[in-house]
């Protein structure tokens, strides 16, 4: 039998790069001592609203049936994915949002959210659209579930050459942010609701 | 039951946008008549190698196991996607490949071999990286399983709003270029082979 790991789901709006995030994070878990993940989307009637979303699971062997039930992660980076897929996430499951896309109305027992303004952050960077790998990195660092270095591995390999510099900066402010924010949760104690470095608790 | 329509894969290195490609594929069989796809990637201990590959499922239907085993369309992006998928392809199925990129040393009988420089087109454009955008538009014209306008609607949802125009010219170039190469083919009467507008074949 497979042992699953974990279960991600990224959603967002077309453009955004929610694709491409969900395949770094499939490929640092096969860089990662060799284990094994599947990228899903699926395509319906809803395809055409310009939303976007993919599955994502890792696992230490080969993955059979690449189904997402209840993700343990969900990553959203617009407000209609956050209403579609928020009521799905796993009791105790983790909540990452673009913090300027998405305003979280709900917070359910024990639910941890971290927020990230990652489109402001990619825009200091000078490219909007590097804001998909910000959020690669927040998720890097807030969740500990992937070797940071494969993750930026991945990165760097799943990016055209010349774009190599701009993600992996890209990559470490995104991880940056969240490892200074864990670090003050970790002074400040935890908490539950909306966690973002200034620390607005919506719930 | 489902009825499938059709099972491509694509596959080149990482940093081609093969992922992309396969998306676009996607959302264009969906936005089209309101059909189903499904996108997936798996990795495993191959992902650190730099290649990259993706399958997507066109069906009627909802579908439920997003498995392809024998790819009816395969698209190559690089000599080592060609030498590990071109023995998956089904029987009588269609081959694409990026004509620098790939020697095609063997070819099936009933086999169609569709050859495009679609990096060099792409390097018209001013911008390689969209090279991935020049093999959907071929793909589009040599397969003519999607209908063209859902493809290109399909390439402008999936890109960031700055990126629009160029990759919706890159498609118009891949899509001109499979068309050129299809009316050539038409009136020169089938052949088998590696087929591209010089016509080069190798067999």
Known sequence: MQRLLSEIRIAGFGGQGVILAAAVIGKAAAIFEGGYATMTQAFGPEARGGSSSAQVILSTNPILYPYVAQPDVLVVMSQEAYTRFAPQLKPGGILIVEQDMVRVDQVAPGERIYAIPATRLAEQLGRKVVLNIVMVGFFGAVTALLDPDALREAVADSVPPAMQALN?????????????????????????????LDLEVEA
Chains 1, 2 share one sequence.
């Open 168 to 196: 992996l900066k890209a990559f470490d402010k995104g991880f940056e942010y969240g490892s200074r924010l864990m670090q003050k949760l970790m002074e400040e104690g935890e908490a539950e609701g909306m966690l973002s």
